[in-house]
């Protein structure tokens, strides 16, 4: 009976450790599953535009431009990223363009969108509030708020290797056709003071809309705006970034194309309240922000 046991006893020990070797191989670093890739947070996105809008119009020169400017760089930097700040002097006026980069080499990719608010609503349909500032929910708050969550998950989103990318916050874009104003005043230095020479420049701007129609617009580089609208029909959202020409934008693109770059445009135009004093945050969505932002984060997961 000892004998019977003990090769029982040896027997288990084998079968214990063969199962402890196989099970050691299913669970070994090469078989583990790679984690999910960083999905883009359109209600975190909402909540920074509400953020925005909550300082009031970040018209230039006012309190909540410069608390607006502040707490962008907070964020910024808790995403871990070195943020710097351009200032500049443009027709009289002071801006100040902020620049988020890890390290120091120069940007193959800039994400852009412009951080101040229109001075007057020139659009309202009511003729009285025509000198009001614009809270600008969608036209200029939607564009930092996708930008501010795009910097919380590029890093770990671990794009295609080598590449660099600055995410810019433009100042002093929207006061054009104002006496003593032009418009994008903040790219036009960002352009005028840096000499770079990336492969790609993306602009996002108005893109919150509820009733969310992305056409592709006319003067951007039609490489890569082919590029991004595929990575949308592939996620779905061709019914969102639609494969037509509708506009010809001039925007915080058009200093980059001027000197030759890469750039595109990404904006809905079709937006009812702009320059209006209805553009406020109920009229942005979640949803909106959040396809923008996917789709950004996979043409950056993919490109090489």
């Known amino acids: 009976m000892k004998k019977k046991n003990s090769i029982i006893f040896l027997l288990s020990i084998l079968l214990f450790v063969s199962g402890g070797v196989f099970i050691y191989k299913s669970?070994?670093?090469?078989?583990?599953?790679?984690?999910?890739?960083?999905?883009?947070?359109?209600?975190?996105?909402?909540?920074?535009?509400?953020?925005?809008?909550?300082?009031?119009?970040?018209?230039?020169?006012?309190?909540?431009?410069?608390?607006?400017?502040?707490?962008?760089?907070?964020?910024?930097?808790?995403?871990?990223?070195?943020?710097?700040?351009?200032?500049?002097?443009?027709?009289?006026?002071?801006?100040?363009?902020?620049?988020?980069?890890?390290?120091?080499?120069?940007?193959?990719?800039?994400?852009?969108?412009?951080?101040?608010?229109?001075?007057?609503?020139?659009?309202?349909?009511?003729?009285?509030?025509?000198?009001?500032?614009?809270?600008?929910?969608?036209?200029?708050?939607?564009?930092?708020?996708?930008?501010?969550?795009?910097?919380?998950?590029?890093?770990?989103q671990q794009p295609a290797p080598h590449s660099s990318i600055w995410l810019v916050f433009f100042d002093l874009e929207d006061n054009g056709n104002i006496p003593k104003w032009k418009w994008i005043l903040g790219s036009q230095a960002f352009v005028d003071g840096y000499t770079l020479n990336p492969d790609a420049v993306i602009i996002l701007d108005m893109l919150g809309d509820a009733d969310l129609n992305i056409y592709l617009e006319k003067n951007s580089d039609p490489k890569l705006r082919a590029e991004i609208w595929a990575h949308a029909a592939v996620l779905g959202y061709e019914d969102i970034f639609i494969a037509k020409e509708k506009f010809s934008m001039l925007d915080d693109h058009t200093p980059f194309l001027e000197a030759g770059l890469p750039a595109i445009d990404i904006i809905d135009f079709d937006y009812p309240y702009w320059h209006t004093t209805e553009d406020t945050p109920d009229k942005i969505s979640a949803e909106s922000l959040e396809i923008v932002g996917n789709t950004i984060l996979s043409w950056l997961k993919h490109r090489r």
């Open 27 to 156: 669970f070994s670093p090469r078989t583990r599953p790679e984690p999910a890739p960083a999905k883009f947070d359109g209600g975190r996105a909402l909540q920074d535009v509400y953020r925005q809008t909550d300082l009031g119009p970040r018209i230039p020169n006012s309190d909540a431009h410069a608390q607006a400017r502040a707490w962008m760089q907070t964020e910024l930097e808790e995403a871990g990223w070195q943020v710097d700040i351009q200032p500049f002097e443009k027709l009289g006026h002071k801006g100040y363009n902020l620049i988020a980069s890890h390290g120091e080499a120069d940007p193959e990719i800039i994400l852009g969108a412009h951080y101040d608010s229109r001075i007057y609503a020139d659009h309202d349909p009511d003729v009285e509030k025509r000198n009001q500032a614009v809270l600008g929910a969608n036209d200029g708050a939607s564009g930092v708020a996708i930008l501010l969550e795009l910097a919380r998950k590029i890093p770990a």
